[in-house]
């Protein structure tokens, strides 16, 4: 079997879900070449994208033979130039919820979302898109070049110890080395949480986490692979599309990814956070002009839905920044006027917890204040004054619905 491999790109959402359910209607995907669905777990989605997930899954496996990952963004543990350093890779999770009992399950209490943040040590925000280029771009990146390799799995990182073995020391010598100037107190409570989570990715096979039977044959790209990886940059740089879940009254996030895959191929740097030179951007919505009525058209005439409603206030990361104060306004009143999940990433106040201990506090740092509004901080949607989320929260439970009433500042497409 040759032939350029396909990766779905499912991003949990109604759109992701009618291209993948199109797709394996008319057979474009095949397992022999390669082709496989992928979908990258932030913890901070709705609960009932986990759902509508994993029912697409069982049907791509079951019905398709088709491979469906789950990933997620994880840190391990090993020596560096400035002593014991923690590093960013993923790892593969099965599709029911982590517990003591189920160690391979995926997390949904915002668990990922905070180890990426405490490893930055700052928040992510509208010119820092940490999130997007860590818990996205980064680690599906990174699952490709294994999965592409034609392995059994994926090997074990991390140093052999019983314990962690980085100190404070460790932490501190790093960060200054790096032209860090944070106090040392306050690094070392931002990096708390990071600390206590596992320090190593243990090995796994990938029949492990599929019900599908893995079969991939492709001879076409093994010239690709070197030292157990496939070659994602460079002049090895393997060949493959991304099918995207992009509608045609969006398609300028189709242009925007093409664009920076153009850019790419004229670069000789390479970076795991930016877009593969050999990427090819399939968007077959848009090739169909399906606008948003298409996509809530198609899914009413299915046997099972995303059960959220179709205004899209609660895709993605529930309370992205990216959404804008008015819609983030507008899901904390329907959160609180309605019996929502109030645990989690799916309540505002795990978000305001996560505000107030990551958000950067100018004074206690000692540096100089210099953005127009003289704000303290820098947290989520960059300088304020304040806590952002417990302002639209309202600090007695009630909403401050007259605060901050502009809109989304730019699109909440993590894929951009």
């Not at 070449?33 to 069982?58: C, M, Q, W």
């Not at 994602?232 to 740089?237: N, P, R, S, V, Y």
């Not at 839905?305 to 992205?320: A, I, K, Q, T």
């Not at 201990?357 to 960059?382: H, N, P, Q, V």
Request: hydrophobic share 30%.
């Amino acid at each position: 079997m040759n032939g350029t491999p396909y990766v779905v790109k499912f991003s949990g959402g109604r759109s992701s879900g009618m291209m993948l359910m199109e797709l394996l209607k008319e057979g474009r995907l095949s397992p022999e070449r390669g082709d496989v669905i992928v979908f990258n777990n932030t913890s901070a989605e709705h609960p009932a994208t986990y759902d509508f997930t994993r029912t697409l899954k069982h049907l791509a496996e079951e019905q398709h033979n088709v491979p469906f990952f789950w990933i997620e963004y994880q840190t391990y543990e090993d020596a560096g130039r400035y002593g014991w350093q923690r590093y960013s890779t993923y790892r593969l999770v099965n599709e029911f919820p982590w517990s003591e009992g189920n160690l391979q399950g995926y997390r949904w209490r915002g668990e990922v979302f905070e180890e990426m943040i405490s490893q930055a040590g700052f928040l992510p925000n509208m010119q820092a898109r940490i999130c997007t280029q860590k818990l996205k771009i980064r680690i599906t990146n990174e699952f490709l070049a294994d999965w592409l390799a034609q392995k059994d799995g994926i090997e074990r990182l991390g140093h052999t110890g019983d314990t962690s073995r980085m100190s404070d020391d460790d932490v501190v010598r790093c960060h200054q080395a790096c032209g860090g100037t944070t106090p040392n107190a306050i690094l070392l409570a931002k990096k708390s949480f990071l600390r206590k989570q596992p320090f190593v990715r243990e090995s796994v096979r990938w029949q492990d986490f599929t019900k599908s039977r893995l079969c991939m044959s492709n001879e076409s790209f093994k010239s690709s692979i070197r030292g157990g990886k496939c070659q994602l940059f460079g002049e090895h740089a393997v060949d493959y599309v991304s099918c995207l879940g992009i509608r045609k009254d969006e398609e300028i996030r189709a242009d925007k990814i093409r664009s920076r895959v153009d850019h790419a191929k004229g670069q000789k740097t390479r970076s795991s956070t930016g877009q593969p030179p050999g990427e090819h951007i399939f968007v077959p919505l848009v090739d169909h002009n399906i606008v948003k009525r298409d996509v809530i058209d198609f899914w009413k005439k299915q046997p099972f839905d995303l059960e959220l409603p179709d205004n899209g206030l609660f895709s993605n990361c529930v309370y992205c920044p990216l959404k804008g104060k008015k819609k983030l306004t507008a899901i904390a009143q329907s959160a609180l006027s309605s019996s929502m999940s109030s645990d989690g990433p799916a309540s505002i106040d795990w978000w305001i917890e996560m505000e107030r201990k990551y958000r950067r506090d100018l004074r206690a740092e000692k540096r100089a204040i210099t953005s127009k509004k003289k704000a303290a901080y820098i947290s989520f949607f960059g300088a304020s004054d304040d806590c952002v989320y417990d302002n639209i929260k309202g600090r007695k439970g009630k909403l401050a619905a007259d605060y901050l009433e502009e809109d989304s500042h730019i699109p909440c497409n993590c894929t951009d």
